[in-house]
């Protein structure tokens, strides 16, 4: 009986692993043909290596790239600034007026469809702009404050989960002995949830890295990002380079996922043996 | 005489330290809280406005809706004509029926299909567990856009599927399976399967093994322990999944833009053309109030849920 439950869960899963990742290999696979057709496999020509060559010498695609590199690398820089306040306020200062709204403003940019925020966000900028002057049209700087504030939500998640498991006696302890709150923080907190803005960081920038639909509200005519690139060519059907681009990109996050994955995993037994030696010495 | 000064100098240090807990609370609340007021809920508020504004030639297209006359009288016009144009307007209301059509069924789907993971992912021995869990988070960090991308090249008329169609011998002519609503719910489902598998996996786990020994040893089945005791004990994970697939889907724009055909009616996409299309900011405002509307009940019911995880 066991053993049959089981042998449907097996099949399950390995039903839903092949739905997420044959797509995914289909497009690496198809980036080595040389037909322009795609998924035609010529093979008199294949595989080569002609669309990468091709990719790396389209100056838009390289110049757009270099764009969603800078606005992904700030907004991850100032999302996990504002996500560790907002998961500090949320976990340690538990009363505070105006603490469910706080909750609903920091839960709801993560699910909330992504025209409404987009729509919301350039009614916002037209308005500033006609009230005091700023921004002064769109681009790299609308966009970034754009992206900013709907992948901060996705920090404060990855961040307050951490900070719940620190445990609290470490910081009451370095208090006891007189240090500030702030060098509690930088002290003792900070490093304990280090992994967690780690992780926090690396979502941010993807999350803005990728985003199509909030960017096309708050962009400007001289600011074209990397998926609003690849998105105005993928809506005239499959193109090889951008079957080149995917394979360069997946296998970027791939190597990044999985060595941090490791490193975390590393770190996290390097503290437990940290912490049995502590208890071992103690009495 | 040392004794007292040193007694006063530790008062007069915690004073200090205390007025700069106060200044450091203000500032870790106040920044945050700052920044979405003015980029989140400032933007919705302003949304509402334009919603009841009417359209007009120049830029921005929208007419004030708050003007001060010249004979020095405070006008304040709300036009209700975008609400009664949305409401009457059958396009419009198919739009939303379909948008929830299209995201329920996907969220079923999506579920029927991340259950059996999650809980295979969840019972696998510890070292398969982290790297199967990693298999899961992976095409989440993969581009969102270039993972739709990917089926326009399975699904097209000379694309793998319906060369194995054709060469199993199923089909005789390829099929068109792009711009029609099946390709709709393979893209939701597909790009939303993770959304639905971590919450799961993560209720399931938290599961205790030793309740589904005593079903056991009390003679209890195991397809009738999961249906009396994992699937319940699940819900929230149930719930907490359904949601963070349905949210999102019920507004999709990229899926229905790239997959879908032209009689594919769903409210992101009809949002996105109004807005850049026709350029009629009011009606765009209005259709995004009346979405939010709709999605308001669901996101509550998901922020409670996720905090009595938290709390748990």
């Known amino acids: 009986m066991p053993g049959r439950r089981s042998l449907f869960v097996l099949m399950a899963m390995a039903f839903g692993f092949a739905f997420l990742y044959l ?7 198809y980036s080595f043909n040389a037909s322009r057709l795609v998924t035609v496999w010529d093979s008199a020509n294949s595989p080569t290596l002609a669309w990468y060559v091709e ?33 500090f306020a949320l976990e340690r200062y538990r009363r505070f007026r105006g603490r469910a709204l706080f909750g609903l403003l920091t839960t709801a940019p993560m699910v909330l469809p992504e025209v409404i925020t987009g729509l919301s966000l350039l009614l916002l900028f037209v308005a500033l702009e006609q009230a005091v002057g700023w921004p002064g049209g769109r681009g790299a ?27 609290r006696s470490l910081e009451e302890a370095a208090m006891d002995l007189g240090a500030r709150p702030w060098k509690v923080f930088v002290v003792i907190t900070l490093p304990l949830i280090m992994p967690a803005i780690a992780s ?14 909030i960017t096309s509200f708050v962009s400007g005519p001289s600011s074209t990002t990397l998926p609003q690139l690849v998105f105005s060519k993928v809506r005239l059907g499959v193109s090889p380079d951008i079957n080149a681009l995917a394979t360069i990109l997946v296998l970027i996050v791939t190597v990044c996922v999985v060595t941090a994955g490791t490193y975390l995993v590393r770190l996290e037994r390097r503290r437990l043996r940290d912490a049995q030696a502590a208890l071992g010495a103690a009495p | 005489m040392n004794a ?21 609370r203000l500032l870790v609340i106040g920044l945050p809280y700052l920044w979405l007021t003015v980029f989140f809920l400032v933007p919705f508020l302003i949304v509402l406005k334009i919603a009841f504004a009417n359209i007009q ?87 969102f856009l270039l993972r739709v991308y990917a089926w326009l090249g399975l699904l097209g008329r000379n694309g793998p599927v319906n060369g194995v169609l ?7 002519e390829p099929l068109q399976m792009l711009q029609t609503d099946f390709a709709v719910y393979l893209g939701m489902v597909y790009s939303y399967l993770p959304f639905m598998v971590l919450p799961l996996y993560s209720a399931i786990e938290k599961l205790d093994l030793t309740l ?101």
Not at chain 2, 298 to 309: H, K, T
């Open chain 1, 23 to 29: 797509p995914i290999l289909a497009m690496v696979v």
């Open chain 1, 55 to 87: 990719l790396f010498h389209n100056a838009p695609i390289m110049d757009s790239a270099r764009l969603s590199f800078r606005i992904a690398a700030t907004n991850a820089t100032g999302a996990v600034i504002l996500g560790t306040l907002a998961a």
């Open chain 1, 141 to 167: 700087t609308t966009i970034t404050i754009a992206h900013i504030t709907f992948s901060m939500a996705y920090v404060v998640v990855v961040i307050q989960a951490r900070l719940a498991t620190v445990d």
């Open chain 1, 200 to 213: 926090g960081w690396v979502l941010a920038f993807i999350l803005s890295w990728d985003d199509l639909v």
């Open chain 2, 4 to 24: 007292i000064a040193g007694r006063w100098r530790g008062r007069l240090r915690r004073a200090g330290s205390a007025r700069g807990t106060e200044a450091g």
């Open chain 2, 57 to 143: 030639l120049s830029m921005p297209p929208v007419e004030p809706v708050v003007t001060w006359t010249q004979d020095q009288v405070l006008q304040l016009r709300l036009h209700f004509s975008n609400f009664s144009f949305v409401f009457g307007d059958s396009l419009y209301v198919a739009a939303f029926l379909n948008s929830l059509k299209v995201a329920g069924v996907s969220t079923v789907l999506a579920l029927l299909i991340g259950y059996p993971m999650a809980y295979g992912i969840a019972r696998a021995p510890g070292a398969w567990r982290n790297v199967l869990f990693l298999l899961v988070v992976l095409p989440f960090f993969t581009s």
């Open chain 2, 166 to 172: 054709l060469a199993l011998g199923i089909v005789q």
């Open chain 2, 212 to 312: 589904l020994e005593a079903a056991a040893d009390l003679g209890c089945r195991p397809t009738k322990a999961f249906f009396t005791v994992t699937l319940p004990l699940t819900l929230e994970g149930i719930y907490a999944g359904c949601l963070l697939v349905f949210i999102p889907a019920v507004g999709e724009y990229v899926i229905p833009a790239l997959l879908g055909g032209p009689d594919t009616l769903m409210i992101g996409r009809v949002v996105w053309d109004e807005f850049f299309g026709n350029r009629d900011w009011p009606v765009a405002s209005a259709l995004a109030i009346v979405l939010l509307a709709i999605l308001t009940g669901f996101v509550l019911l998901l922020q409670r849920i996720q905090a009595r995880g938290r709390e748990a």
